[in-house]
Nanobody, 117 residues
Framework: QLRLEESGGGSVQAGGSLKLSCRLI????????MGWYRQVPGKERQLIST??????PDSDSKKGRFIISRDVEKRTLYLQMNSLQTEDTAVYYC????????????WGQGTQVTVYS
């Protein structure tokens, strides 16, 4: 059965860091693009970063405060979040495998990240 299991969310003071994990079950890293999104209530889901089947993060991932990575042996996708700000408060989702329209097909249940001042 294919599923994605996120963990690592929680509450952190502004300026702090968190590392989210997404364990992939039944998903082959080597053939699927993976990604992280976040969503604030009342707003659309926002793409944060993606990583290709060959393990190359998208160009935006190498800049800024959020860094995507993966561990193929552990079958886990990560999102390192640094210098967190209150506006980063959201539910964070991992996603796997794009269809022909470029949309992600598989989603995790989401993990809440709350940044307080």
């Amino acid at each position: 059965q294919l599923r994605l299991e996120e963990s690592g969310g929680g509450s952190v003071q502004a300026g702090g860091s968190l590392k989210l994990s997404c364990r992939l079950i039944g998903v082959d890293f080597k053939i699927c693009t993976m990604g992280w999104y976040r969503q604030v209530p009342g707003k659309e889901r926002q793409l944060i970063s993606t990583i290709s089947p060959s393990g190359i993060p998208d160009s935006d991932s190498k800049k800024g405060r959020f860094i995507i990575s993966r561990d193929v042996e552990k079958r886990t996708l990560y999102l390192q979040m640094n210098s967190l700000q209150t506006e980063d408060t959201a539910v964070y989702y991992c996603a796997a495998c794009r269809n022909g329209q470029g949309e992600f097909v598989h989603w995790g249940q989401g993990t809440q990240v709350t940044v307080y001042s």
